[in-house]
């Protein structure tokens, strides 16, 4: 069987010229299931054809436009063609358009609204950029070349470009701030590394983190420290697309680390921030696997055991429930029976348990040294069903940065690069990248959220 596809063009008089973008062969039977419908190489091309045929037509009608001198005002002749090359998702097309010269003071004029520069369409250039904020920049290059006929721009390099164009746009976007103001905000910030490709430097940091409000509302952002990123700017800016005003309440969480703090007191959270739990819980987990593994050779050895591994969970009782100003209680009882293990060795090359268990109680106990103010009472917190930490930052560190950019897949990145990039993922996240898929969560400020669209 075979079928001709033809193009008509519609104008104000009815049906115009036709033209035929291609013809296309396909066994009538259904007896090879390969040969149902369209192939992937068909469909390219006739994608290609298509856009060939409808940019000539658009081109054809740009040219008899003619511009008014731009100096004097007078009309403009055609003085010459120059081609222009545009790299389209659906091919790359090379048009042919006049260049004007002003009857009267001879100025020359580009065509009517034509663009000075202009090497690929936003679309294609936004589908490039969003690709490669999930995956790197050759296999998004891979991946369009596999599926679009986009002959021109299968280098990675130029997709690199692209997303990193992006990125910097992004930064100048305007915030959409919602209708409805939160009365609460809940924020939190965390710090990740990545590798470092520029000289002198191994590792570059980057801070992450989300503002979150009671109705679900989330966004995420990130900057890559010492770059033209302003993380208090990032803050302030997502503190208002969830509907901060200046009676919500702000609710901060972070790490012991003072330069977090500092961010966040710069940013204008003045309220102490609280050390957020996943921190402490992550300390005491390993406190409490140390404690377990403690050898019970003998039965001083044993009764040692039992009263240490009793006080790491006394300990975490405390944290827990805001009591953390007798948290030296348990660290010194489990100090005073440590001298049990004292020669105690470990097995193999393996560090003995109770040399382990030193470090962990002496990691705690440093981390808590002058902090005590900065914990809350989290069981309490947490039966109200609020926050107790940045496990969700956490989370957010890993989707958002280490994903795309882990150590573990030796990625090397320059300052700016990791910079931009993590722009555009932050908004393909947020869903404000200006194309309508790929959103994570529920953008803060949707009109209508998903239930109201159910009911
Ligand atoms: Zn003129």
């Known amino acids: 069987m075979g079928w001709i596809l033809r193009l008509v063009e519609i104008g104000a008089e009815g049906e115009g010229q036709a033209q035929d973008v291609m013809e296309i062969d396909r066994p009538g039977g259904l007896s090879d299931i390969a040969a149902l419908g369209l192939t992937l190489s068909e469909t390219k091309q006739l994608l290609a054809g298509l856009q060939q045929e409808i940019v000539a037509a658009q081109v054809s009608d740009?040219?008899?436009?003619?511009?008014?001198?731009?100096?004097?005002?007078?009309?403009?002749?055609?003085?010459?063609?120059?081609?222009?090359?545009?790299?389209?998702?659906?091919?790359?097309?090379?048009?042919?358009?006049?260049?004007?010269?002003?009857?009267?003071?001879?100025?020359?004029?580009?065509g009517v609204d034509w663009p000075p520069y202009c090497r690929a369409t936003p679309e294609l250039v936004?589908?490039?950029?969003?690709?490669?904020?999930?995956?790197?920049?050759?296999?998004?290059?891979?991946?369009?070349?596999?599926?679009?006929?986009?002959?021109?721009?299968?280098?990675?390099?130029?997709?690199?470009?692209?997303?990193?164009?992006?990125?910097?746009?992004?930064?100048?976007?305007?915030?959409?701030?919602?209708?409805?103001?939160?009365?609460?905000?809940?924020?939190?910030?965390?710090?990740?590394?990545?590798?470092?490709?520029?000289?002198?430097?191994?590792?570059?940091?980057?801070?992450?983190?989300?503002?979150?409000?009671?109705?679900?509302?989330?966004?995420?952002?990130?900057?890559?420290?010492?770059?033209?990123?302003?993380?208090?700017?990032l803050i302030n800016r997502n503190l208002?697309?969830?509907?901060?005003?200046?009676?919500?309440?702000?609710?901060?969480?972070?790490d012991g680390c003072s330069g977090l703090r500092r961010i966040l007191a710069d940013a204008g959270v003045t309220d102490l921030p609280f050390l957020d739990w996943f921190h402490i819980g992550m300390r005491?987990?390993?406190?409490?696997?140390?404690?377990?593994?403690?050898?019970?050779?003998d039965p001083s050895r044993e009764a040692a055991k039992a009263v240490i591994?009793?006080?790491?969970?006394?300990?975490?009782?405390?944290?827990?429930?805001?009591?953390?100003?007798?948290?030296?209680?348990?660290?010194d009882r489990i100090h005073v029976v440590m001298h049990h293990f004292k020669g105690e060795s470990g097995t193999g090359k393996s560090i003995a348990a109770s040399r382990k268990l030193w470090?962990?109680?002496?990691?705690?106990?440093?981390?808590?040294?002058g902090q005590s103010d900065w914990l809350v009472n989290y069981a309490e917190r947490h039966r109200a069903g609020l926050r107790v930490g940045t496990a969700l930052t956490e989370g957010t560190a890993d989707f958002l940065v280490n994903q795309r950019m882990n150590k573990s897949q030796h990625m090397r990145w320059s300052r700016r690069g990791a910079a931009l990039l993590l722009q555009v993922r932050c908004a393909v996240y947020n869903g404000t990248l200006g194309s309508d898929f790929g959103q994570r969560f529920q953008p803060a400020n949707d009109p209508c959220p998903p239930m109201a669209t159910a009911a």
């Open 62 to 110: 740009h040219a008899t436009r003619r511009p008014l001198c731009s100096r004097c005002g007078h009309t403009c002749r055609v003085k010459d063609y120059r081609e222009h090359v545009v790299a389209t998702l659906f091919g790359q097309v090379t048009m042919r358009l006049p260049r004007f010269r002003c009857s009267a003071c001879g100025g020359i004029e580009a």
């Open 126 to 233: 936004r589908l490039q950029a969003h690709l490669s904020a999930t995956m790197t920049y050759r296999t998004a290059a891979d991946l369009l070349e596999q599926i679009f006929p986009v002959n021109a721009v299968k280098h990675s390099e130029t997709v690199r470009r692209h997303a990193l164009k992006i990125g910097d746009a992004l930064q100048e976007c305007a915030v959409m701030t919602p209708e409805t103001m939160a009365p609460a905000v809940v924020v939190t910030l965390d710090s990740t590394f990545i590798r470092s490709c520029e000289t002198g430097e191994r590792h570059l940091e980057v801070r992450v983190g989300n503002v979150e409000t009671k109705s679900g509302g989330r966004q995420v952002f990130g900057a890559v420290a010492k770059t033209e990123t302003d993380v208090k700017a």
């Open 240 to 254: 208002d697309a969830v509907g901060r005003t200046k009676e919500t309440a702000l609710t901060a969480f972070t």
């Open 284 to 297: 005491l987990q390993h406190l409490k696997q140390v404690a377990g593994a403690l050898s019970c050779d």
């Open 309 to 331: 591994v009793g006080e790491v969970e006394r300990l975490h009782w405390r944290l827990w429930n805001g009591k953390a100003t007798n948290a030296w209680i348990s660290i």
């Open 359 to 369: 470090t962990a109680l002496h990691a705690i106990d440093s981390s808590l040294t």
